[in-house]
Every structure is written in structure tokens, then in C-alpha cells.
């Protein structure tokens, strides 16, 4: 199944096109005709059919995208965000090309789809990765939020509204510093952004804690 057997039926389908039209298609009998038409729909069914069996094309990716794939955690949604907000020409300008950014994320979907979450201490991993956060829990019947560092310490806040939480595990709030540790990258204006939605809603939230471990 390849590409030069697609090549193949065109090239047939043509040559029988070009006879009918130089003969003229209104001088063949109407048997000849079905048997031309039978001809054309069965050649475009086994193109279709060679098209389905064929590798996927890789499309061209730029410097940079696979990183804020796994920064996204393979979130489509968040990686078209941080394209918006990177500060890279090449990374922003796939936004202006739709079907581009479409068969790189398509790409991307196949070889590294979202991972399983990790649980430690009761508490999942987040789906996006963050150079501070590495997970939380929220239980909404107590208002209580439990927050897992990268640096393996946990803390409790009490009161947190559902509303609260809600913004944070979105991190639906903009990093305002540019900045890089062992655990990721951050920009200003990077969202979503767990690190900058915890320290404006929660951490500056005064909401009660407790170092737990």
C-alpha cells in the first residue's frame, strides 16, 4: 500500500477520461457508459481506501512546540494558548496558519498523548505542568485545598470557595515574571499558569494554612 499505487490508479483513471472525452462520450452505449462510471466510483474507493493505509505525514514543527506540549500536558486547548503568549515569532505566527497548527497538534496528540495522573500522598498530579505546583485536591464539602510543591512539601488552606479553586486549578491567572528552575519555564503573560493562579487566589488570599509535610 503506497503512494505509487495511488499514482497508479490516477494515471489510469486519466488515460481511460482522456479516450471517452476524445471520442466523445456521447457516441459509447449506455453500457459502455455505467461501465466507465462503475470504473471511476471503484478507483476512487480503493484511493480512499490506500490513502487510509498509508504513514501519517509528519508535518514540520518549530523549536519550541513539543516543549509547550508537555508544558500544556498535552491540552490542546493550553497549548494554543501558551502559543498565543510565547515570546517566539516562529511559535505565534502558527496561530495565522489553521491547518498547519491543526496537523502539528494532531501529530503531537499521536506521539505523546496526555499521561496517566500520579498520585503521592492522596494528592494527583496536574494535568499541566508547573515550575511550583506538582499537584493539589480540593474537597468542596469542607472548603479544604491540599497543595503538593515540586519541592515535595505539602500545605493545607482552609475556606477556599469552589470558585476560588475553580481559577486555580485552570490557572486561569497570567504569570507576571519570566523565569526558569529544574521543574519548567515560565514567561509574562503565560496562561494558563498554576504557579501565578495559586500566589494571586490563594497564597494572596489569606486564606488559613498549614505546612502538613
Known amino acids: 500500500?503506497?503512494?505509487q499505487q495511488i499514482d497508479q490508479i490516477r494515471d489510469a483513471v486519466r488515460e481511460l477520461t482522456d479516450f471517452f472525452?476524445?471520442?466523445g462520450i456521447q457516441n459509447f452505449s449506455d453500457t459502455s457508459k455505467t461501465a466507465f462510471a462503475n470504473f471511476l466510483d471503484q478507483a476512487a474507493d480503493r484511493v480512499a481506501e490506500l490513502r487510509s493505509q498509508l504513514p501519517p505525514t509528519i508535518p514540520q514543527i518549530p523549536n519550541g512546540a513539543e516543549m509547550l506540549w508537555q508544558i500544556a500536558g498535552a491540552q490542546p486547548d493550553a497549548f494554543v494558548n501558551y502559543l498565543r503568549t510565547v515570546p517566539d515569532p516562529a511559535l505565534n505566527a502558527l496561530i495565522t496558519r489553521p491547518d498547519q497548527l491543526n496537523s502539528i497538534i494532531d501529530h503531537l496528540s499521536r506521539v505523546s498523548p496526555p499521561?496517566?495522573?500520579?498520585?503521592?500522598d492522596?494528592?494527583?498530579s496536574s494535568d499541566l505542568e508547573s515550575s511550583n505546583i506538582w499537584g493539589y485536591k480540593y474537597n468542596p464539602r469542607n472548603r479544604r485545598l491540599l497543595?503538593?510543591?515540586n519541592s515535595g512539601s505539602i500545605y493545607g488552606y482552609d475556606n477556599v470557595p469552589q470558585g476560588i479553586f475553580d481559577i486555580f486549578k485552570q490557572g486561569a491567572v497570567p504569570a507576571k515574571t519570566n523565569g526558569?528552575?529544574?521543574f519548567g519555564k515560565w514567561w509574562q503573560g503565560k496562561q494558563p499558569s498554576l504557579g501565578a493562579a495559586f500566589y494571586q487566589m490563594v497564597r494572596m488570599g489569606g486564606y488559613p494554612y498549614q505546612?502538613?509535610?
Not at 115 to 120: K, N, V
Open 122 to 124: 492522596g494528592i494527583q
Open 21 to 23: 472525452q476524445s471520442h
Open 1 to 3: 500500500m503506497s503512494q
Open 147 to 149: 497543595v503538593r510543591f
Open 180 to 182: 526558569q528552575n529544574q
Open 115 to 120: 499521561g496517566i495522573p500520579i498520585t503521592q
Open 211 to 213: 505546612r502538613l509535610s
